[in-house]
């Protein structure tokens, strides 16, 4: 039996969430291998919440700002973190990555990351979602 992390070993942040959907993007971060690696280098965990029905199975080179290390399981908060509002996830995807490898990009609650490179399978964790009702309150569960 694994204990709980505390807050301070938590690799992303969070805003409303749920144990369970902690814990289950906290695991797939710990078991994400970590892309560009060197000494001396801050390695940090980001999440890519995907909208489509199929499993992504490789990310091309892409500098949009796609990725971020602040989560939540409130469609709202969400919203309030990526930019995209009213939109339905089907899975996040966690990396591992070196942030001199990274771009980023703040405004209000966002704060986003480009990851220059192409990302293969294998060099990420796929994390299924779905969003589920529970009295009248809407919140993504691991599915």
């Known amino acids: 039996m694994t204990t709980p992390l505390a807050q301070g070993q ?3 942040e ?6 369970g959907f902690i814990g289950a993007l906290e695991s ?3 078991q994400a291998p970590i892309l560009d690696a060197a000494d001396g280098l801050e390695i940090i965990a980001l999440a890519h919440f995907s909208r489509g029905s199929d499993r992504i199975s490789q990310f091309r080179r892409c500098s949009r700002f796609s990725w971020t290390n602040r989560l939540s399981h409130d469609p709202g908060v969400l919203g309030q973190l990526t930019g995209l509002y009213g939109v339905t996830f089907t899975g996040v995807y966690v990396i591992r990555v070196a942030t001199a490898s990274t771009r980023s990009y703040s ?3 966002m704060h986003e990351y480009a990851i220059d490179s192409e990302l293969l399978d294998g060099q990420f964790v796929h994390v299924p979602v779905q969003l589920v009702t529970q009295g009248g309150q ?3 569960a691991v599915a």
Do not use: N
């Open 107 to 109: 405004s209000g609650h």
């Open 10 to 12: 938590w690799l992303f």
């Open 28 to 30: 797939a971060a710990r």
């Open 138 to 140: 809407a919140h993504y």
């Open 14 to 19: 969070y805003s409303v969430a749920s144990a």
